[in-house]
């Protein structure tokens, strides 16, 4: 395997979706994983298949269509999560089961009301029990970041030896800072037998605000899978950032010379369909997606950066999707200028999906006075065909966390 690349798992779907005013319909899941698919995250979490009809169904429809990403289901440590997920996961081309279970002292004694060692039991069982359905099994122990760093090794340990190909450590509290987190990657490299045999992966809350800083400690620290959601949206105040680590590795590449899949102008496309789609959007000065992350307004900077936009900008605006031209299209805007702003946010139509296009930009413009970025993306996706991801992403973002 190469030791330098790092697999964005995103769980939009399942941890973005759990948090309030989040909620999506069915429809929208779909939509929004087939935006990921060309967005080019290597994993989907599509959602919690025992939690509701719905979110059984998800996982399932998302399974069946999405081919590029892995699909995973979350579980509880329990049969009946387990076997849910299984057959919710059944016609995938690949996936996964994520089975979560608790393992510090004040998750175990007040919300489970179990011992360490029914704990242990518990996530022997039931990594065995998944192994026996996919061959992708990850297992969280929740709460790590609050564990006994001795029991941590522990339950790790027993989850490596029942078959777990992917071990994930969750701040699920947004409790740690940056070296402690590094630090207990490094404890378990040191300490867990088999461990080089597994991936290793970082999840981290935003509570303090340190979510992607966090992980990237762990990334640095030997973690090559990434958990993280568009908007950075979860539980309380979030999860780490998919495009702020993004734009990061690529930006200082120097310092987190890693490789990805991730189509970095997909970036913001992505963000806008999530927005459309929950009904909000991220803040303003929200960090590589937010309507300022590009905008100048004081004189001396405005001035800088038309003499030389590297004097206050790391990156351009096109490198993460965002259309250089800012003018707001409306009914009096022809097929040029709309199928142009079609081409900065990445999508490349053939002269019947313009046509197509057209007709439904111009009923939109006639009901709405302007028509914005999201009601483009959101046009192509529920009234073309599914553009294939290869077709989406230039050579030049594939590969630019190499450049
Ligand atoms: O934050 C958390 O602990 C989780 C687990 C279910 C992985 O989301
Ligand atoms: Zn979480």
Redesign the pocket.
Same mark, same amino acid.
């Given at each position: 395997m190469d030791k330098d690349r790092v697999f964005f798992f995103d769980?939009t779907l399942r %941890?973005g979706e759990q948090s309030p005013g989040c909620s999506m319909y069915m429809a929208e899941k779909l939509r929004m994983a087939r935006q990921l698919e060309i967005l080019g995250v290597d994993v989907i979490e599509a959602g919690f298949a025992v939690a509701s009809d719905g979110d059984f169904t998800s996982v399932e429809q998302i399974a069946r269509v999405v081919r590029g990403p892995r699909i995973a289901s979350?579980a509880r440590a329990k049969s009946e999560d387990i076997i849910t997920a299984a057959r919710a996961l059944e016609h995938a081309g690949r996936s996964r089961i994520?089975i979560?279970l608790a393992s510090s002292d004040i998750h175990l004694e007040y919300k489970l009301k179990i011992s360490r060692e029914q704990a242990l039991e518990q996530a022997d069982q039931s990594v065995r029990l998944a192994r026996s359905y996919v061959d992708d099994v990850e297992f969280?122990p929740? %709460?790590a970041t609050r564990t006994d760093p001795d029991f941590l090794c522990k339950i790790v340990q027993v989850a490596v030896d029942a078959g777990a190909t992917v071990i994930?450590l969750?701040?699920?509290v947004g409790y740690t800072v940056p070296l402690e987190y590094a630090e207990l990657f490094r404890m378990l490299i040191e300490r867990v037998r088999d461990i080089d045999k597994v991936m290793l992966s970082c999840?981290c809350?935003n509570d303090l605000g340190m979510g992607v800083a966090n992980s990237l400690a762990a990334i640095e620290a030997g973690a090559r899978q990434v958990?993280c959601t568009i908007n950075g949206i979860g539980?309380r105040a979030g999860n780490s950032a998919l495009e702020e680590i993004a734009a990061a590795m690529h930006v200082r590449h120097d310092r987190l010379p890693y490789r990805h899949a991730l189509a970095l102008n997909q970036l913001y496309p992505t963000s806008q369909l999530l927005s459309e789609i929950i009904g909000f959007k991220p803040s303003p000065n929200k960090a590589v997606v937010g309507s300022n992350a590009f905008s100048h307004e004081a004189g001396i900077h405005q001035h800088g950066v038309l003499s030389n936009p590297l004097c206050y900008e790391i990156m351009t605006p096109a490198l993460v999707g965002v259309p250089a031209n800012r003018m707001v299209l409306g009914k009096h805007s022809g097929r040029h200028a709309l199928g142009h702003r079609l081409e900065e946010l990445g999508f490349t139509l053939d002269v019947h999906e313009m046509e197509v296009a057209y007709s439904r930009f111009i009923e939109v413009a006639d009901r709405k006075k302007s028509v914005y970025d999201q009601d483009l993306i959101a046009i192509v996706h529920m009234h073309l065909r599914q553009v294939p991801a290869a077709e989406q992403r230039s050579a030049s973002t594939i590969a630019s966390s190499q450049a």
């Open positions: 769980t %941890d979350l994520h979560f969280s929740e %709460d994930n969750p701040d699920t999840h809350h958990e539980e």
